[in-house]
């Protein structure tokens, strides 16, 4: 089984729609992250968690939301979702130590129409 | 800011030559660590070598090498012998002290038979 696993992973939506992606991870890690994926512009810090009661916006927050349910668990939610979130969404986890490799789930392809 | 520069946006090479993927961050910290991740059709994001800032010694691994110039903030990935299956997306990532990825906006790398 995948150590770090998100759903779905495809989603097709409409304008306006709340939508969440979801991930979870086996590895026992305590950092969690949400980045998006854009042709041409490559990754992109959403929002970050360096533990359960710790969450952070990254680069791109905005329009964002996220719920850290446990140490496994960390979710991203689009409230309203809108055409130029159509992107491909990336989890990934790591350890407590500085500069740790992080490890990525398979992705999220979502498209708003 | 810090900022990851890939000056290559799409390479092509035939199979069991040797590549070179390029690479230049700006940035004012002594002390962080660099990364080559990997993104086939897949679309798994996958980690190719990781080099530490202090560490004068080039990071190997099997194929896979980098050319680390701190003072030039260069960090080339060299690939030998390539392979089919290597065709796939490669970033170049920086890592500072926030324990935050910053990603270049990628190579698209095809290995042609």
């Known amino acids: 089984d995948a150590d770090v696993t998100q759903t779905p992973r495809n989603r097709i939506t409409k304008t306006g729609k709340r939508i969440m992606l979801e991930c979870s991870q086996t590895k026992g890690h305590d950092r969690m992250y949400w980045y998006r994926q854009d042709p041409g512009l490559g990754l992109r810090l959403i929002y970050y968690?360096?533990?359960?009661?710790?969450?952070n916006k990254g680069e791109i927050s905005d329009g964002y939301s996220v719920s850290r349910q446990a140490q496994a668990k960390f979710s991203l939610s689009l409230e309203s979702a809108i055409p130029n979130q159509t992107a491909l969404y990336f989890c990934?986890?790591?350890?407590?130590?500085?500069?740790?490799?992080?490890?990525f789930g398979p992705g999220t392809r979502l498209t708003v129409l | 800011a810090q900022t990851v520069t890939q000056s290559q946006p799409e390479m092509s090479v035939q199979e069991a030559e040797t590549v070179t993927l390029s690479c230049t961050y700006d940035?004012?910290?002594?002390?962080?660590?660099l990364f080559w991740y990997k993104q086939p059709p897949s679309r798994q994001m996958i980690l190719v070598i990781r080099q530490e800032a202090y560490k004068q010694q080039n990071a190997t691994e099997n194929r896979f090498s980098v050319n680390f110039q701190k003072a030039a903030k260069s960090f080339s990935l060299k690939i030998s012998d390539s392979q089919l299956g290597d065709t796939a997306m490669y970033f170049c990532?920086?890592?500072?002290?926030?324990?935050?990825?910053?990603f270049g906006k990628g190579t698209r790398l095809h290995i042609l038979p």
């Open positions: 968690s360096f533990d359960v009661k710790d969450i």
């Open positions: 940035t004012s910290e002594s002390n962080y660590y």
């Open positions: 990532a920086f890592m500072n002290r926030d324990d935050k990825i910053i």
């Open positions: 990934a986890t790591s350890t407590r130590a500085f500069a740790d490799t992080q490890y």
